[in-house]
T-cell receptor, first 112, second 109 residues
Framework: EAGVVQSPRYKIIEKKQPVAFWCNPI?????LYWYLQNLGQGPELLIR????????DSQLPKDRFSAERLKGVDSTLKIQPAELGDSAVYLC??????????FGEGSRLTVL | RKEVEQDPGPFNVPEGATVAFNCTYS??????FFWYRQDCRKEPKLLMS???SGNEDGRFTAQLNRASQYISLLIRDSKLSDSATYLC??????????FGDGTTLTVKP
């Protein structure tokens, strides 16, 4: 069975540029999460979807971050414009009925 | 105060040692509990779920103390391959998974 797939794995951009990350969850998993992880810290939730509905986006900086999960399957996380402090690893995870999480390999963003 | 807090570490132990990590959580309504392992520059992967009655998987034992709101992970007979960061995660009633900052373990020959 295929795991959670994320792309791109690495992205280097200059500040103020836009960037987008894509995630395809495990088939049948209704819950999809986007986390941000800084070095030496645990994953921090940005947004959680139940099917196509964003049920928890309280930690998403909505002035520059946006996300969508059309048709309740794959999802896109966008940052526009990116700031230096956005450099981090963006992790997508999925689960079935909010049980254990299965993570993708992550998208490592460097903002110069 | 963070919702989920872990021993800061790092833990440096010799092979064969027994090591224990603790994790405390602030939300008494938390529903389910997990330990994840994260290798350097890799994604977290589930190590084990933590059940109210405690559970064991080989050299790993996880325990939950709801009254004191903490979970623990015990690793016996440490192997070099156990070197990693161990993250605890707590799920709330609404399904939100909150992670601690992890405890780094290095097992030395």
């Amino acid at each position: 069975e295929a795991g959670v797939v994320q792309s791109p794995r690495y992205k280097i951009i200059e500040k103020k540029q836009p960037v987008a990350f894509w995630c395809n969850p495990i088939s049948g998993h209704n819950t999809l999460y986007w986390y941000l992880q800084n070095l030496g810290q645990g994953p921090e939730l940005l947004i959680r979807y139940e099917n196509e509905e964003a049920v928890d986006d309280s930690q998403l900086p909505k002035d520059r971050f946006s996300a969508e999960r059309l048709k309740g399957v794959d999802s896109t996380l966008k940052i526009q414009p990116a700031e230096l402090g956005d450099s981090a690893v963006y992790l997508c995870a999925s689960s079935f009925s909010a049980g254990e999480l299965f993570f993708g390999e992550g998208s490592r963003l460097t903002v110069l | 105060r963070k919702e989920v807090e872990q021993d800061p570490g790092p833990f440096n132990v010799p092979e064969g040692a027994t090591v224990a990590f603790n994790c405390t959580y602030s939300n008494s309504a938390s529903q389910s509990f997990f330990w994840y392992r994260q290798d350097c520059r890799k994604e977290p992967k589930l190590l084990m779920s933590v059940y109210s009655s405690g559970n064991e998987d080989g050299r790993f034992t996880a325990q939950l103390n709801r009254a004191s709101q903490y979970i623990s992970l015990l690793i016996r007979d440490s192997k070099l391959s156990d070197s990693a960061t161990y993250l605890c995660a707590v799920n709330g009633w609404a399904g939100k998974s909150t992670f601690g900052d992890g405890t780094t373990l290095t097992v030395k020959p």
